[in-house]
């Protein structure tokens, strides 16, 4: 298929029809949120001792959070996030009570002990509150009070981009993780709680309650952190895997098993596609699981979050538009994806979401690969552009919490595909690029420069300019050409100085050749029978444009 050439008239209803783009204003309070201040620089979490009793009744929740952390420089303001209205009770350190200032949704609390370097401590935090309720999970989250069809209790959390301390008190920042995790929450008897890691206990309580005991002993990111309690159901499996046997397990609420036992068998082929394309599962001790949730879902580690009403496609649909996206459940594939990207590899900053986002919306091609094969895995990415906006740049500002455009999915999905077309060796791209990021990067919180040079590195070749183009503008690449007889001259347009992505066209002969453009004109020789089937290889996400006329 011919990429369509763009039309003067074309250009100005596509301006017509945007919105005014006001600019984003960065508050005070997103600073606090987004940025390593100096509340936080200056001490490392290792441990979160989170309990949290949930009162569904009146819609408000209690409990307390140990915070124990490596002093990595003396100091004694200490911030701790917890979103209005929530409000602290008391924070302790070694038995003593201590004062703090509220600034919006942070708490800066004065310590008393000494903070020496290298040394563990622990502050706890009392807390309560009725916390703010989900409007639009999981994309506008908060807690989530639901129903099941037959009336029974159902809540969870989503809390991704908004963040953890809508519901309990942390360091609210992606770049710092606790080394392990406990999640002890407790809910009226009778309800069932799934969080993330592996149960270690059950205990009722004299006031009518059951604690469920929940333990992570991996690294996790805040927002993964959840609360699933409802009416549920249990059954198990194992996969060998990797790195011998992965337990799954597999939560969906106890009216909807029949349709999970056949619906989540999908679990199993899709985690030995990506343990063969990203590596192993990364959370082997902690297990693999999904948890049906009253919303579409969310990537909660060793837990994922399931809504997609155990239907194959995306809520119904297929968002690449071919057709291929039906053959799968979308919240299995891509939540799961996250497991890699995202959880096993996470951001420091939201503003590198795309590193996120943009590798687990490829990861859905890979999955489509080993399904059905090569060429409908990159038809389903080529199909998913049409979701693409190119409204605002993919980054926005770092150091404020700041949520990039939607683009991060489709379009960064896009630019790692024409990389892979680039790199042209699959087994690079595989073991050296895919499998290579998650062993180097593994358990850890990284910039996207970090993974910017990662591939540059393996794949030999620097693509600066085409992460610069395709994360930081809204603009399409446009490979404007001119043929006269066997001569072909073309160069690059609606680029970022010095962009030198080569690209793969028909000159004639058999398939694609490899050509380099630069914003220069150049000139090679085509020997087409009709000039009028030149094209530009549908795999790269450039636009083409003959000025032959002009
Ligand atoms: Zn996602």
Redesign the pocket.
């Known amino acids: 298929m011919k990429r369509t050439a763009i039309s003067a008239a074309t250009i100005l209803l596509t301006i017509l029809s945007l919105p005014a783009q006001a600019p984003t204003v960065y508050t005070r309070a997103d600073t606090l949120r987004g940025s390593n201040g100096p509340g936080r620089s200056w001490w490392d979490v290792t441990f979160y001792d989170l309990h949290t009793t949930v009162f569904p009744a009146d819609s408000t929740i209690s409990g307390w959070n140990g915070i124990t952390y490596r002093v990595l420089t003396p100091a004694t303001e200490m911030q701790i996030d917890l979103q209005e209205p929530l409000v602290a009770d008391s924070i302790k350190q070694d038995g003593r009570i201590l004062a703090w200032r509220r600034d919006g949704n942070a708490f800066f609390v004065t310590l008393t002990a000494p903070q020496q370097t290298g040394k563990l401590k622990t502050v706890t935090v009392w807390y309560h509150g009725k916390p703010r309720a989900a409007r639009n999970p999981p994309w506008d989250g908060g807690l989530i009070w639901r129903e099941d069809s037959l009336h029974n209790r159902w809540i969870s959390t989503a809390d991704e981009g908004l963040g953890a301390s809508v519901f309990w008190p942390n360091k609210d920042y992606l770049a710092d993780e606790p080394d392990s995790q406990r999640i002890a929450i407790t809910v009226p008897k009778g309800m069932i709680n799934v969080s993330n890691g592996r149960l270690r206990s059950t205990k009722d309580n004299p006031e009518g309650t059951t604690t469920f005991e929940w333990f992570v002993t991996s690294p996790i990111n805040n927002y993964n952190v959840e609360i699933n309690a409802g009416q549920y159901a249990h059954f198990a499996d194992t996969l060998q895997g990797e790195k011998g046997k992965l337990t799954l397990d597999f939560w969906p609420l106890a009216i909807h098993l029949d349709t999970a036992r056949v619906q989540f068998q999908q679990a199993k082929p899709m985690i030995i596609c990506f343990e063969r394309w990203f590596g192993p599962f990364p959370w082997y001790e902690d297990g693999y699981k999904l948890i049906e949730a009253p919303h579409l879902g969310m ?1 909660h580690q060793s837990g994922v979050a399931y809504g997609n009403r155990f239907k194959n496609g995306y809520n119904g649909r297929d968002l690449s538009g071919t057709g291929i996206g039906m053959k799968w459940d979308f919240i299995i594939v ?2 799961s994806g ?1 497991e890699w990207f995202g959880n096993n590899i996470t951001s420091k900053d939201r503003a590198d979401m795309w590193v ?2 943009g590798f ?1 919306n490829y990861s859905e091609g890979i999955y489509t690969e080993c399904q059905q094969g090569k060429e409908a895995g990159a038809k389903y990415i080529i199909g998913s552009r049409r979701n693409i906006t190119n409204r605002t740049p993919i980054i926005p500002a770092f150091g404020v919490n700041g949520g990039g455009s939607g683009d991060m999915y489709y379009k960064t999905g896009s630019m790692l595909h024409m990389m892979r077309q680039i790199i042209n060796d699959d087994e690079t791209w595989r073991v050296g690029i895919l499998r290579g990021l998650n062993k180097t990067f593994w358990h850890q919180t990284v910039t996207g420069r970090q993974v910017q040079d990662f591939i540059n590195t393996q794949s030999g070749i620097n693509f600066d300019k085409v992460f610069e183009q395709y994360l930081t503008t809204t603009k399409v690449p446009t490979l404007e050409y001119k043929i006269s007889g066997t001569a072909f001259s073309y160069r690059w347009a609606n680029v970022v100085p010095g962009f030198d992505m080569p690209v793969k066209v028909t000159l004639g002969g058999e398939g694609f050749t490899l050509i380099r453009p630069t914003e220069e004109w150049k000139n090679a020789e085509i020997r087409l029978a009709d000039p009028g089937a030149f094209k530009v290889d549908e795999n790269f996400y450039v636009l083409s444009k003959n000025v032959s006329g002009s």
């Open positions: 990537e891509h939540e996250h996120h986002e687990t």
